[in-house]
């Protein structure tokens, strides 16, 4: 199992990025997905995740109202976050992270997630 994220970048505060994971290696229509980010200094920390059947999503209260995670309903082997009004404090390394099914409650949980990718930066300056 392999997940390449992309679409990373330097943007101004206010401004929006759309960040892409591609998933490859398996079939994953029964894999839920998220992405998390580490700034630096800090730990990894829960952002968004989406259910495997792309009904349900979860954000962090931090970015709720401002991204957007969403799969391809076709190959739900990709998986995107919509970033808008960006921060400066929304400058972290994001990475893609997918698992089987888990407990709803589990979703945000960073030990419930199998696989990683290898993270892209996103730099917002003020």
């Known amino acids: 199992v392999q997940l390449q994220a992309s679409g990373g970048g330097l943007v101004q505060a206010g401004g929006s990025l759309r960040l892409s994971c591609a998933a490859s290696g398996r079939s994953f229509r029964d894999y839920d997905m998220a992405w998390f980010r580490q700034a630096p200094g800090k730990e990894r920390e829960f952002t968004a995740a989406?259910?495997?059947?792309?009904?349900?999503?979860?954000y962090a209260d931090s970015v709720k109202g401002r991204f957007t995670i969403s799969r391809d309903n076709a190959n739900k082997n990709m998986v995107y976050l919509q970033m808008n009004s960006l921060k400066p404090d929304d400058t972290a390394v994001y990475f893609c992270?997918?698992?089987?099914?888990?407990?709803?409650?589990?979703?945000?949980?960073?030990?419930?997630?199998?696989?990683w990718g290898q993270g892209t930066l996103v730099t917002v300056s003020s």
């Open positions: 992270a997918t698992t089987p099914r888990v407990v709803l409650s589990a979703l945000a949980e960073l030990s419930s997630y199998d696989y």
């Open positions: 989406i259910r495997w059947s792309g009904g349900t999503t979860r």
